[in-house]
């Protein structure tokens, strides 16, 4: 009897190689895959980041907006501002403006005979009058009278000397006192 020997090695070597190939292909095609993902997630984030830069510099052009917006309304606030004080100045003087008409008035009409005013000066409410009299008795009947007035407070007599005007022997006196204005107190009204 003859044997029949079958070699199965070339069976084993093919059947190896097969494997082997499917196993490259797998390990390429898992390459592959890992490859094509990670470009995906490279795209992804890039796609993100570059959403966001637009984002963003959205924002810088909208924020650059409202500053200069802010910035029209500062000035626009200062303009208000301006204006207001200016207005607030014109109804100021528009109010005041009969003021001095009614001082000089009251000065005239306080006035005693043998009193002469020769200066009068006017500093914030402060009035400081200068002039002459016959007697120091005229005077002080002239500060009773100014302070019987509305428009005026607190007569002070600062100095009362003798002088010659005009070759007459006269009183020569300064004094000083408060403006008031009787349109602001309650209860009286203007003479």
Do not use: C
Request: proline share 4%; aromatic share 4%.
């Amino acid at each position: 009897m003859t044997t029949i020997r079958i070699n199965l090695l070339p069976h084993r070597q093919l059947k190896r190689e097969r494997q082997a190939k499917q196993f490259n292909i797998l390990a390429g095609g898992v390459v592959a895959l890992a490859v094509a993902a990670v470009l995906a997630a490279h795209m992804l984030i890039t796609g993100a980041q570059d959403q966001q830069t637009q984002r963003n510099e959205f924002l810088r052009q909208e924020i650059s907006q409202l500053e200069q917006k802010l910035k029209e309304i500062k000035t626009l606030k200062e303009k208000t501002q301006a204006l207001l004080a200016r207005k607030q100045a014109v109804e100021s003087l528009q109010a005041n403006r009969a003021v001095p008409v009614h001082i000089m008035d009251e000065l005239a009409r306080r006035l005693p005979e043998g009193v002469h005013l020769r200066t009068f000066k006017l500093t914030d409410k402060t009035l400081s009058i200068q002039g002459y009299a016959q007697s120091s008795a005229l005077v002080s009947s002239y500060m009773r009278n100014l302070e019987d007035s509305d428009w005026f407070e607190n007569p002070v007599l600062i100095e009362v000397r003798a002088a010659t005007v005009n070759n007459v022997r006269s009183n020569d006196f300064s004094l000083t006192l408060t403006i008031s204005d009787p349109n602001a107190k309650p209860g009286k009204g203007a003479p």
